[in-house]
């Protein structure tokens, strides 16, 4: 039989094996969770949009209301047009005003002065 060697953990130290042994199992599970947090980042960059891409080359952002019921107006069913003809000659007829009442930093104001 070949030579004897010393035991390389020492009996009366047994807190140090276990130290280095629990530090080694966090490092590598630290490594594996980021591997895979950097692999989730590449799979999110993937994601489809929730609206299709034409609908923002298309979208002016001064169309709404009318201008906007207006334009999808051909596609709706007849009854759904039919109270759009109804809303819009409501809002013709009652001479609604143009612009808001109160300006930008007066709504501003009672909407910051509301305890939410």
């Known amino acids: 039989m070949g030579p004897v060697l010393p035991n390389p953990i020492p009996q ?3 807190s140090f094996w276990f130290f280095r042994t629990v530090r ?4 590598r599970l630290s490594l ?6 950097l692999g989730c980042l590449s799979v999110r960059a993937e994601l489809p949009l929730p609206t299709p891409m034409d609908h923002y080359e298309k ?10 019921a207006s334009a999808i ?4 069913d007849p ?7 109804q809303l819009k000659s409501f809002v013709e007829t009652t ?3 143009k612009t808001p009442p109160i300006s930008k930093e007066q709504a ?8 939410w």
Request: no cysteine.
């Open 79 to 85: 009854t759904a047009q039919q109270i759009l003809l």
């Open 108 to 115: 501003l104001i009672l909407v910051k002065s509301v305890d």
């Open 95 to 97: 001479n609604l005003p």
């Open 59 to 68: 979208f002016k952002p001064g169309l709404t209301g009318l201008a906007l």
């Open 24 to 27: 080694r199992s966090l490092t």
């Open 12 to 14: 009366t130290a047994p």
């Open 32 to 37: 594996v969770a980021l591997f895979f947090w």
């Open 73 to 76: 107006f051909p596609q709706l």
